[in-house]
Structures are given as structure tokens and as C-alpha cells.
């Protein structure tokens, strides 16, 4: 089993984040890695094959797990080396990798465990450090007389051409570098070999045919007509199999093929033609103007907004937000794995920070506070005071002194879990305004909007 732990919300997770966008600045250029399948055929196209060669893939098994964390690292120097980067720089670097990739805990049933060997399946950092290692794998088996004449890899995954008489000795080379790291290997079967979501096979000419390749558990199921989302989410599949027909070389016959199958995948789904129709010119013209011009738009820096999907509560925002500048992302708000599946151990409420309330006993009133530390270290705060008379701590004390009421320590409970510092206030000051007993705070909420009497619906 290979161990996948999320690093949501972990210590390191900010620093992953942070080094990745640094050393975007500073991008792979040695290696023979590919980004997509599209870029895999440009770099295959015009490749002849020769007498004796066969089409094959090889596989690393379980790569991340597997990756020495301290020759991850090395390939990591040597890359910040090899682009010139100030020695200091180089140092911050690799003490910032170091600490996230040997800071791998995570917590099951109670108990908390630590990923002694590999790059952790869930930091952000991993794939950048297994590409580096991998790519330095392949400089240094380059040197071999039976490395492959054609080396293509996607991730973990790669495409070669080798010497049907040098295939065993190639795989006993690739499995003897490192003690972790182990190749399998598929040859070509009838002359064709499924690869990444290609089928690559041999032509008459000795040059290689590409076609789109589906797994035969493939039901062409995807988001129906008449589920409710937003309509470039029902869109993205089609789009993606659009993108793919115009962008790889096929022969007519197979073009015809894949572009009657995105039809009757969409009436299988629920759409009408002219649905698919549109999606499909938008990409032909697209095509048409990418050939015709190396001319490209620049790019600019787009402000994105979340939003959860209701259409006809977010409609009208998305217009107004468009108006400002903002682009939409729409997010569902009830998913099968929200409803199902918990794959963390659940944080009792008492020990997350966030938004919460103290109730009286004696009366209908409420204290709501914030608190960016633990619930119950801030409850016992309050309790502290309460015993021991301290109105100017708490105003919960206040309530009880004042009046001689008892405070119901029973049911005061975490309104609202607010993981992000700066949205505390906020929250807090929703609930105070749109609280529905009366307040023993002493003072009005931080926050002042009409907004936040715009509904009576319980707040999420």
C-alpha cells in the first residue's frame, strides 16, 4: 500500500507552497520529462523507426514513496547550482526543503506517525523534487550504450524505443541504480501501445500513428444535462476532448472516429449536438489561428472568487463581480465525498479555534466571542474569571457578578470553525448581528453592514 497523507493545513504546508512558487522562477530544462501528450507527440512525430526496434513503456513503481529524500535534495542543489543561484539563496532553499520533506507526521485513531523514508504523497514540493531526481536519473543513464534511443517520461510514467535484443538488459540497467527505485516494463502487442490517453502505433512508413486511447472500463459517463452546475463545469469534459482531437495528428479515418464519439458521449449524457457543435468549432478555429500566426495574447494576472453554485442567487454576483474584474470559480456545497467519506480523524470542537457562544442559565442571554486559539483553552479563560470575580476579563464574568446568574459552561459550544485569522472578525460580527437572544457583550460588533441582515437563514 503506498502511504498517501494529506498535508492540509500542516505546518510545512505554507512552506511547501512558498518554495514551489520560488523555484518556478528557475524551471527543468535538463531531463527528457514532457508536460502533456500534446507536447509528447510534438517531440515524436518525425521520429523513424529502425530495424529491431520495438515501442514500449516503462513504469516506476510506486515513485514518491520510494525517492530518497537526501538524493532528492542533491538534485535539487545541483538544479539551483546549474541556474546560477546565489550560494545564500541555495542554502535558504534546501534548509526549507529539508524541513518540509522530514516533516511528515500525521495522526490516525489517536496516534501520531511519521513517514521515515520518501517523498511525502500529499506536499505540494514532491512532484517538483521526484521530476529533479528523475531527471538527474536520466543525465546519468545517458551515458549508458544501452540507454534508449527515445526516452519521453510523464512523471513516473515513459515512453521509449529500444533494441527488442536490449530490452532485458535496459530493465536490469534502470532497476540497478537505486535499491528503492524499480522499472516494470509493457512492450507493444500488434504493433500498438497504449500510452498516457494515446494509443501510439507503427505505420507503414516506419513513422508513428497516434489516436486517442480509453480504458475498456471507460463508460463515457460524465456530468449529465440536467445535474445542477454551473455550465463550464457540464462544458470541461467536452472542451478536453475537443482540445485533444485538434491537437493530435490523426488520420482522417480516426479523427471522424473520436469526433463521432464525443457526439454520442454527449447524447449519452443528455445534450443536444449543437452543444457539442459549438465546443467543436470554438477548438477548429482556435487551431486555425494558433497555425496561422505565432502570435500569442499575453497573459494577465486574473482575480478569482469561489463561490458556491445556486443560479439564481449567483448569477446576478457573478455579473456585478465581472463588472469589477473578477472571474467566478464555482464550487458544489453538497458532494457525494462531503456526505460519505472522512479519510482524517475528526478534531473534537472543543479543540478548534473560530467563533462561539456562552448561554445563561438564568436568562436568554449570550456571550459570542472569537478566539484564535483552542475553544476549550478560551472557555476555561472564562471560567477563571467567573470564579474568581474578574469582571474586566470577561464579560461573560461581567453578566454573572452583576446579575448573580450561573453561566450554562453545559452548552456553550464553537458556532462557526474559522481556520483563517483574518476572516475571525468577520464571522464574529455576523453572528453578533444576526444573533436572536439577547447579548451580554459589552461591545457592538467590530464590523457594521447591512449585509448581514440581508437573511434570517441560519448561518453554515
Same mark, same amino acid.
Given at each position: 500500500?503506498?502511504p498517501?497523507?494529506?498535508?492540509v493545513?500542516?505546518?510545512?504546508?505554507?512552506?511547501a507552497?512558498?518554495?514551489?512558487?520560488?523555484?518556478?522562477?528557475?524551471?527543468?530544462?535538463?531531463?527528457?520529462?514532457?508536460?502533456?501528450?500534446?507536447e509528447?507527440?510534438?517531440?515524436?512525430?518525425?521520429?523513424?523507426?529502425?530495424?529491431?526496434?520495438?515501442l514500449?513503456?516503462?513504469?516506476?513503481?510506486?515513485?514518491?514513496?520510494n525517492?530518497?529524500?537526501?538524493?532528492?535534495?542533491?538534485?535539487?542543489?545541483?538544479?539551483?547550482?546549474?541556474?546560477?543561484?546565489?550560494?545564500?539563496q541555495?542554502?535558504?532553499?534546501?534548509?526549507?526543503?529539508?524541513?518540509?520533506?522530514?516533516?511528515?507526521?500525521?495522526?490516525?485513531?489517536?496516534?501520531?506517525?511519521?513517514?521515515?523514508?520518501?517523498?511525502?504523497?500529499?506536499?505540494?514540493?514532491?512532484p517538483?523534487?521526484?521530476?529533479l531526481?528523475?531527471?538527474?536519473?536520466?543525465?546519468?543513464?545517458?551515458?549508458?550504450?544501452?540507454?534508449?534511443?527515445?526516452?519521453?517520461?510523464?512523471?513516473?510514467?515513459?515512453?521509449?524505443?529500444?533494441?527488442?535484443?536490449?530490452?532485458?538488459?535496459?530493465?536490469?540497467l534502470?532497476?540497478?541504480?537505486? +535499491?528503492?527505485? /524499480?522499472?516494470? #516494463?509493457?512492450?507493444?502487442?500488434?504493433?500498438?501501445? *497504449?500510452? !498516457?490517453?494515446?494509443? %501510439?502505433? =507503427?505505420?507503414?512508413?516506419?513513422?508513428?500513428?497516434f489516436?486517442?486511447y480509453?480504458?475498456?472500463?471507460?463508460t463515457?459517463?460524465?456530468i449529465?444535462?440536467?445535474?445542477?452546475?454551473?455550465?463550464?463545469?457540464?462544458?470541461?469534459?467536452?472542451?478536453?476532448?475537443?482540445?485533444r482531437?485538434?491537437?493530435?495528428?490523426?488520420?482522417?479515418?480516426?479523427?471522424?472516429?473520436e469526433?463521432n464519439?464525443?457526439?454520442?458521449?454527449a447524447?449519452?449524457?443528455?445534450?443536444?449536438r449543437?452543444?457539442?457543435?459549438?465546443?467543436?468549432?470554438?477548438?477548429?478555429?482556435?487551431?486555425?489561428?494558433?497555425?496561422?500566426?505565432?502570435? +500569442?495574447?499575453? /497573459?494577465t494576472? #486574473?482575480?478569482?472568487?469561489?463561490?458556491?453554485?445556486? *443560479?439564481? !442567487?449567483?448569477?446576478p %454576483?457573478? =455579473?456585478?463581480?465581472?463588472?469589477h474584474?473578477?472571474?467566478?470559480?464555482y464550487?458544489?456545497?453538497?458532494?457525494?465525498?462531503?456526505a460519505?467519506?472522512?479519510?482524517?480523524?475528526?478534531?473534537?470542537?472543543?479543540?478548534k479555534?473560530?467563533?462561539?457562544?456562552?448561554?445563561?442559565?438564568?436568562?436568554?442571554?449570550?456571550?459570542?466571542?472569537?478566539?484564535r486559539?483552542?475553544?476549550?483553552?478560551?472557555?476555561?479563560?472564562?471560567?477563571?474569571?467567573?470564579?474568581?470575580g474578574?469582571?474586566?476579563?470577561?464579560?461573560?464574568?461581567?453578566?454573572?457578578?452583576?446579575?448573580?446568574?450561573?453561566?450554562?459552561?453545559?452548552?456553550?459550544?464553537?458556532? /462557526?470553525?474559522?481556520?483563517?485569522?483574518?476572516?475571525?472578525?468577520?464571522?464574529?460580527?455576523?453572528?453578533?448581528?444576526?444573533?436572536?437572544?439577547?447579548?451580554?457583550?459589552e461591545?457592538d460588533?467590530?464590523?457594521?453592514?447591512s449585509?448581514?441582515?440581508?437573511t434570517?437563514?441560519?448561518?453554515?
Amino acid at each position: 500500500m503506498r502511504p498517501i497523507s494529506s498535508n492540509v493545513s500542516t505546518p510545512t504546508e505554507k512552506m511547501a507552497a512558498w518554495l514551489v512558487h520560488e523555484l518556478r522562477k528557475y524551471p527543468v530544462t535538463h531531463g527528457r520529462s514532457v508536460r502533456n501528450s500534446v507536447e509528447l507527440v510534438e517531440h515524436l512525430k518525425d521520429i523513424e523507426l529502425r530495424r529491431g526496434e520495438v515501442l514500449v513503456s516503462f513504469d516506476v513503481t510506486a515513485l514518491f514513496p520510494n525517492v530518497p529524500v537526501n538524493d532528492a535534495l542533491n538534485s535539487l542543489q545541483r538544479h539551483l547550482e546549474r541556474c546560477r543561484v546565489p550560494q545564500n539563496q541555495i542554502e535558504a532553499y534546501l534548509l526549507v526543503a529539508e524541513v518540509c520533506m522530514n516533516q511528515n507526521y500525521f495522526s490516525f485513531r489517536g496516534k501520531f506517525y511519521k513517514q521515515t523514508f520518501g517523498l511525502s504523497m500529499g506536499s505540494k514540493l514532491s512532484p517538483l523534487l521526484a521530476n529533479l531526481f528523475l531527471s538527474d536519473f536520466e543525465d546519468g543513464l545517458e551515458k549508458e550504450r544501452c540507454f534508449p534511443r527515445v526516452w519521453r517520461r510523464y512523471v513516473d510514467d515513459v515512453f521509449a524505443v529500444v533494441k527488442e535484443r536490449y530490452l532485458s538488459q535496459t530493465l536490469e540497467l534502470l532497476n540497478s541504480r537505486h +535499491r528503492t527505485i /524499480k522499472f516494470t #516494463v509493457e512492450q507493444e502487442a500488434e504493433g500498438k501501445l *497504449p500510452f !498516457l490517453d494515446l494509443m %501510439i502505433s =507503427r505505420r507503414e512508413d516506419n513513422k508513428l500513428k497516434f489516436g486517442i486511447y480509453r480504458k475498456p472500463t471507460s463508460t463515457d459517463r460524465y456530468i449529465t444535462s440536467d445535474s445542477n452546475h454551473f455550465g463550464a463545469q457540464q462544458k470541461a469534459a467536452f472542451h478536453s476532448m475537443a482540445h485533444r482531437l485538434y491537437n493530435i495528428p490523426m488520420e482522417r479515418d480516426d479523427f471522424v472516429e473520436e469526433r463521432n464519439r464525443i457526439h454520442k458521449a454527449a447524447e449519452l449524457n443528455g445534450y443536444e449536438r449543437e452543444f457539442v457543435d459549438k465546443i467543436l468549432r470554438k477548438h477548429e478555429r482556435k487551431k486555425h489561428r494558433s497555425n496561422a500566426t505565432t502570435l +500569442r495574447p499575453e /497573459k494577465t494576472d #486574473v482575480k478569482r472568487i469561489s463561490l458556491p453554485f445556486y *443560479p439564481k !442567487l449567483t448569477n446576478p %454576483i457573478q =455579473r456585478a463581480l465581472n463588472h469589477h474584474g473578477f472571474q467566478v470559480v464555482y464550487k458544489s456545497s453538497n458532494t457525494l465525498k462531503d456526505a460519505l467519506c472522512n479519510l482524517k480523524d475528526r478534531v473534537p470542537a472543543d479543540e478548534k479555534s473560530g467563533v462561539y457562544q456562552i448561554p445563561c442559565q438564568n436568562c436568554p442571554a449570550v456571550y459570542i466571542g472569537q478566539t484564535r486559539r483552542k475553544f476549550k483553552t478560551r472557555l476555561r479563560k472564562h471560567k477563571n474569571a467567573v470564579e474568581h470575580g474578574r469582571t474586566c476579563d470577561s464579560s461573560v464574568a461581567m453578566h454573572a457578578t452583576t446579575l448573580g446568574h450561573t453561566v450554562d459552561w453545559e452548552q456553550a459550544k464553537l458556532l /462557526k470553525n474559522v481556520r483563517k485569522v483574518t476572516q475571525l472578525i468577520a464571522w464574529e460580527s455576523m453572528y453578533i448581528a444576526t444573533a436572536d437572544r439577547p447579548l451580554m457583550n459589552e461591545d457592538d460588533a467590530p464590523i457594521t453592514s447591512s449585509l448581514f441582515h440581508l437573511t434570517k437563514l441560519r448561518i453554515q
